[in-house]
């Protein structure tokens, strides 16, 4: 599969996040200890905000680890809300259309898992996307088709209520088709203000979630730790895999579970998949 990551609070610059850990994401291209491959060399993809609601994004086909751009790049740019994505391609292409995070407008998009048998549904799940969103497809990707669904079915309004009618509606077509466990992985979308992070799959054995402890915890457990001094009270990263073996910084998220990231107003809700709450047309 891929591994990812996603960075909210105070502006960090990104090769904190990037290369500066023991188990970085550059670490984690080559060695993911979690992942369904141990290797994730298919290209990445890292996406930012600045002083523009729209995000910045950069995609190479190189692997992370050999990449020079995006360590020059991780050098000088600060963010108060990054991703990062690293891929691991199953059945799509090695290229830059194909790379996350995807973006429309302010909004980011990455996920890490697949939807099964994704040629055998696929043309229902494209039929179903919005005509006024569909020219801007440019990938073969099952994450682009699963993100402009989630657009679709209204996430610039709900994000989590569409990602729930996505996935539901996904589940739905690979029922008439008789393909099992349609969908697993793990999800994180932004608008530039806030995080939502889904883990949830079919079968409920979803790909592995993480997210760190609060802030003013990890400062009385580790007042020697000068990063932790710097960043905001509402620092937090959400990540594929932690980052490191220190004690106390890593917490699973639950299985069928999404995260809110919202200026030191997390929480988590329970995630469920439904029926779009409008009929949606697919092919006959």
Known sequence: MCRWLAYSGSPLLLKEALYTPAHSMIDQSLHS????????????????????????????????????NLHELANHISSSRFFMHIRAAIGSAVQQTNCHPFRHENWLFMHNGY??????????LILA???????????????????YLALTFGLQDDPLGAIEEAIGFIEAVAERHSVPHPFQGTIATTDGDRTWAVRYSSEGNSR???????????????????????????????VSEPLGDVEGVWNAVPEATCGV???GHDEMRAFRPKTPATSVPVGA
């Open 33 to 68: 200890r979690l992942g369904a491959e141990t290797t994730n060399g298919d290209g990445f993809g890292v996406g930012w905000y600045g002083d523009d609601p729209i995000p910045g994004v950069f995609h190479s086909t190189e692997p992370a680890w050999n990449d020079q």
């Open 115 to 124: 939807i099964n048998e994704l040629a055998t549904i696929k043309r229902d």
């Open 129 to 147: 996307i919005d005509p006024s969103l569909f020219a801007k497809i440019q990938g073969q990707t099952d994450t682009e088709v699963l993100f």
């Open 208 to 238: 592995t979630l993480y997210y760190t402890t609060d802030v003013p915890t990890l400062r009385e457990m580790y007042p020697e730790r000068q990063l932790l001094q710097e960043v905001s009270v509402d620092a937090r990263l959400i």
């Open 261 to 263: 990231v919202a200026h």
